[in-house]
């Protein structure tokens, strides 16, 4: 008789609130609102029996023989965050702007072609800029060589959502420890949107999975010569740097004059010179003659700029590790 394939998934929930608190001093946000993310499945299936098990980070224990669940649910706490943005020669993967203040609050890039951004390493532990959830991966009695695919499969959404971002960090263990994270764990980052965030500013659509040939993933069985298993922490952070689709390559905010007769109209910013030296307030019907404006058309806008966080709705990541 022909035996059929089996496959176990195993799942694993993770409900995340996130609320990106935004800042004019720090961080790519420049204007004080909120923002929420909510309800993180991570699931995992494979061609055999594989489970899943919640990583203690502070204190880890291998799966073992009694470890039999297909589904893990993380306790739902809510994490501020200031937006950063991946850097392999940072400690903790991740950077941030310390001059916010040269940040334009409708694009969310450089103030001008002429402001340069200075950056500071992300501190290790920094509760204020990423949070930390941890899985390992092992067989269900027997261990498996593999090439592990990590992809979030419900990333339609193209918003201001779009800056939420995972770093992923993983390594094969055989002892009672976690993946830390660094440049020779690093596995690839992914985010809601879809998108590169290099200094090409593509606008094409980013290849949203990440690959890890030959994983070794290791034996439940706590007294089998192959005991271990593969050790997934994903860092979850705002992307300040990530923006969106069919920009322009300029990655500072460009300016045009206004029209003689052109009245203010709501939710636009005007400035002061074609430089976006100063705001200069303006009520919905005035005038704004020999003041700029943005222009939009010439201006790389990223999904982390201040003018749209307002509108950040609830929303949820699908993320699977498939061997």
Known sequence: MKKSKIIIPALAMLVMSTAATVTGTVAWFT????????????????????????????????????????????????????PSTHDAASPTGLKYVSNGDRVNYETGTRMNEDTTLTFENVGSDDSNYYFDYGVYLAGDGMSMNKVLTISIDNAAELSVN???????????????????????TY?????????????????????????????????????????????????????????????????FADYTPCASDELAVANLLYYSDDAGSAIVPR????SVANLYKVNLSTSTLCFARSISVINIAQRSLDVTFSC
């Open 31 to 82: 204007m004080n609102t909120t923002a929420k993310a909510e309800g993180m499945v991570v699931s995992a299936k494979t061609s055999g029996s594989l489970i899943i098990k919640e990583a203690n980070l502070t204190n880890p224990a291998l799966p073992t023989n009694s470890d039999k669940a297909t589904k893990v649910t993380f306790p739902s706490t809510a994490h501020a965050f200031y």
């Open 162 to 184: 779009g800056a939420l971002s995972i770093d992923f960090y993983g390594q094969a263990v055989t002892t009672d420890t976690f993946v830390t994270a660094g440049t020779g």
């Open 283 to 286: 009520n919905v019907g005035d």
């Open 187 to 251: 596995l690839g980052a992914l985010n809601l949107a879809k998108k590169y965030n290099d200094t090409a500013y593509s606008s094409a659509a980013k290849t949203q999975i990440v690959t890890q040939s030959a994983v070794t993933i290791g034996n439940s069985k706590a007294d089998a010569d192959d005991h271990g298993a593969y050790a997934i922490r994903m860092r979850v952070y705002f992307d300040g740097a990530l923006i969106q689709a069919g920009q322009t390559d300029n990655d």
